[in-house]
């Protein structure tokens, strides 16, 4: 079997558990090859994103890291197990003191698949994906947009507020969130629609089914942008911007007992907590 590695150089102590895993990998007898941007300290077989050839993936790093790759991965059909280098790692699986423990079994087969759904918009004949979710903003940042939302062609509302989200079960605990969005399982089939500070007393989250299609209109002639899990993807005067659920999927490996609900609450807690140093 052959294990990728993709490593965010950025965060603490990157190199040293990107070491780690690389020497407990081949200690397993697993064929490693790391992306070229650590090449710098790895002197084996390396991959750049248009010839990736591994039975698994590797992320160092948080939940954007996730995200980067899972997109990738998706398009490919390789699997990730994410390890949690950075702060909350909602999408993360282990920790660095767990690689030891986490390799074998993964050498054995004694882990469980994980499908996660995607949703896309078509970008002037080029697809954009994401895991988490897609959001509309203006440009300009005082200035708010009118908009009506449509699904499956049928008018919901009009909203005069400062963006809209749209977002996948997965994206329920970012973004979604903040916003004031409703947590949602990753297992259930949902898209979760959210308005950005909308000038309304009766606006409200919305949860629809996610083989919905969700159209948005934009009226006054206000520049967007659309961030596809927190990228800009495409910019200008947009009259409305149609959104669906994709036909691919982000695979990831589970090897832990606790369930979505056990790290909701570990991960809010821990979330919740600031930590104030004058």
Not at 167 to 187: D, E, F, K, M, R
Not at 216 to 225: A, H, Q
């Amino acid at each position: 079997m052959k294990a990728g590695i993709y490593t965010n150089l950025k965060k603490s102590h990157a190199k040293d558990v990107t070491l780690q895993l690389i020497n407990v990998l081949k200690a397993n007898s697993f064929d490693v090859c790391v992306h070229k941007s650590i090449a710098s300290f790895y002197d084996g077989e390396t991959f750049d994103f248009d010839d990736i050839g591994c039975d698994i993936l590797f992320t160092l790093g948080g939940d954007g890291t996730v995200l980067r790759m899972g997109k990738f991965c998706a398009q490919k059909n390789i699997p990730i197990l994410g390890i949690n280098i950075g702060t909350i790692g909602f999408l993360t699986e282990i920790a660095p003191e767990d690689i030891e423990k986490a390799v074998p079994l993964i050498k054995n087969g004694d882990y469980k698949m994980e499908k996660r759904s995607l949703i896309e918009f078509d970008n002037a004949g080029k697809t954009e994906i994401a895991l988490n979710d897609i959001v509309i903003n203006t440009i300009k940042a005082t200035q708010l947009m009118l908009i009506d939302l449509y699904i499956d062609g049928q008018a919901v509302d009009r909203y005069y507020c400062d963006g809209y989200i749209v977002s996948t079960p997965t994206g329920s605990t970012a973004y979604s969130l903040s916003a004031g969005g409703a947590i949602v399982s990753p297992h259930a089939e949902v898209l979760a629609l959210t308005p950005l500070n909308s000038h309304s007393l009766h606006s409200r989250p919305l949860v629809i089914a996610d083989d919905e299609t969700v159209t948005i209109k934009i009226y006054n002639g206000r520049k967007i942008n659309v961030i596809s899990d927190g990228d800009v993807v495409a910019s200008g005067a947009f009259e409305e911007i149609t959104i669906k659920k994709s036909q691919k999927y982000a695979t990831f490996i589970r090897l832990e007992n606790r369930n979505f609900y056990n790290k909701l609450l570990d991960k809010l807690n821990k979330w919740s907590v600031a930590d104030i140093k004058e």
